[in-house]
Nanobody, 117 residues
């Protein structure tokens, strides 16, 4: 069983920055592909960014050039650096871990990001 704990959410003005962190425990971190997803009120959960166990990265078109996903295998942590935030980035952000071979998937509890003046 893998536990995921997100942190770093909050209220920020448009154009501001936040860095989300997701710390994992309960299993080895390195075999997992990690991702950030978000869900706004009344909308489906959507992919924001992923980073594979081999450090390959994929971004949603809406966040390319503004968000950066990274992982630190020594700290069992994945990060999401969010710059130039827009009101439409407002959502609950969820951390996801998916084993690269077994496909076993885990989710964090989510952290709220609100972009508003």
């Amino acid at each position: 069983q893998v536990q995921l704990v997100e942190s770093g959410g909050g209220l920020v003005q448009p154009g501001g920055s936040l860095r989300l962190s997701c710390v994992t425990s309960g299993s080895s971190f390195s075999p997992y592909n990690m991702g950030w997803y978000r869900q706004a009120p009344g909308r489906q959960r959507e992919l924001v960014a992923t980073v594979t166990s081999g450090d390959g990265r994929v971004y949603a078109e809406s966040v390319k050039g503004r968000f950066t996903i990274s992982r630190d295998n020594t700290k069992n942590t994945v990060y999401l650096q969010m710059n130039s935030l827009k009101p439409e980035d407002t959502a609950v952000y969820y951390c996801n871990a998916r084993h690269r071979i077994l496909g076993t998937t885990y989710w964090g509890q989510g952290t709220q990001v609100t972009v508003s003046s």
